[in-house]
């Protein structure tokens, strides 16, 4: 495993990281194979793992912590979202100080530690002054709750906007964000990447196999297999993806993996970790041959004639709007 800066800050995450957004809580089975799947990730040399308040009603934090609980705190990264609701309350949700203050507390006490290495703001509030937003995740660092924070999907003027705020109000920095980024999903390619290369931060995206149509696991003109995401996600983000442009690409990538001796998973992680500015891919695993297989990304450099193929087969174009 290899390690990258968050950003220009000091903190060092694996290349590869595993988030809890799909851990399975659901059976003790289940249970029993999330374990051994955070305890395999652990031994590969991860180090960084991902979760949120929200994730199966707060559950998957409280089982996150206590699977940390068997390692010593200084050897992890543990980091965890707030915005989405929590309750039936009025204020049990968003970026207000009163919901983080409390949500922080609770995610500590789930996790089973005294401080965040990262803290992340899951979608901006519309409903919440930025100032209060910002001034309270400062209020954070400087209570020694939160190590580093940062923001995930947020657009270019709202990530901007909150950077000039943090320096007009002399608060504590903004260290990260957690975008969607993978071969099918570059939006930050555009502009979020060179806003965060100007001010240092660190890139730490989710999604990086496009829900599991970078797994290879779907085929065109193939069965969706069976107990594959696509057969149960609720918000079926997987099946909308798996259209006849993306599937004749999947193809395409495929041939390529296999002339690496490699996979399509393992060749989509190491394509994202091309640009030095991401720090580390929030990966998801239901058991941990699939971590097995993802950390083997870690380090892969990709010749300059494979990426010329990869850009080929994308195709992606840009959003450029010529000016003048």
């Known amino acids: ?34 374990k051994a799947s955070v305890r395999r990730a652990y031994d590969l040399g991860v180090n960084f793992f991902d979760c949120a308040d929200a994730y199966s009603g707060g559950q998957a934090e409280v089982f996150l912590g206590k699977i940390l609980k068997e390692f010593d705190r200084s050897s992890f990264v543990v980091s965890s979202k707030v915005f989405f609701p929590t309750g039936n309350g009025a204020n049990d949700r968003g970026l207000s100080r009163k919901h983080m203050i409390e ?47 940062g923001v995930s999907e947020w657009s270019p003027v709202q990530l901007t906007e909150a950077l000039y705020l943090i320096k007009e109000m002399g608060l504590r920095p903004m260290s990260v964000i957690q975008p969607q980024y993978n071969m099918m999903d570059r939006y930050i390619e555009d502009e979020i990447i060179g806003i965060c290369q100007k001010h240092g931060l660190g890139i730490v995206p989710f999604s990086p196999l ?20 696509a057969t149960h996600q609720a918000d079926k ?30 060749l989509a992680l190491a394509w994202a970790l091309r640009n030095p500015q991401i720090s580390s891919l929030i990966t998801g695993a239901s058991r941990p041959e699939q971590i097995e297989n ?10 300059e004639e494979v990426l ?13 709007r010529r000016i003048g």
């Open 103 to 149: 949500q922080i507390d609770k995610s500590l006490k789930n996790l089973q530690v005294d401080y965040l290495d990262m803290y992340f703001c899951h979608r901006y509030d519309e409903s919440t002054p930025l100032e209060e937003t910002l001034q309270t995740l400062s209020d954070l660092v400087a209570q020694g709750k939160v190590l580093y924070y």
């Open 237 to 266: 983000q997987i099946n909308n993806l798996l259209t006849d442009e993306n599937l004749n690409k999947v193809e395409e990538l495929n041939e390529i993996a296999e002339s690496l001796n490699t996979n399509l998973s393992v």
């Open 294 to 303: 993802n950390v083997a990304a870690s380090g892969l450099e990709l010749p």
């Open 308 to 320: 010329e193929k990869i850009e080929r087969i994308l195709d992606y174009k840009p959003f450029v």
């Open 210 to 229: 496009a829900q599991g149509l970078l797994t290879g696991k779907y085929r065109k003109g193939r069965a969706i297999p069976e107990g594959s995401r």
């Open 1 to 34: 495993m290899r390690y990258r800066n968050l950003g220009k800050w000091g903190l060092k995450v694996s290349e590869i990281a595993l988030g809890s957004w799909m851990t399975d809580v659901q059976s003790a089975e289940a249970v029993e194979t999330a």
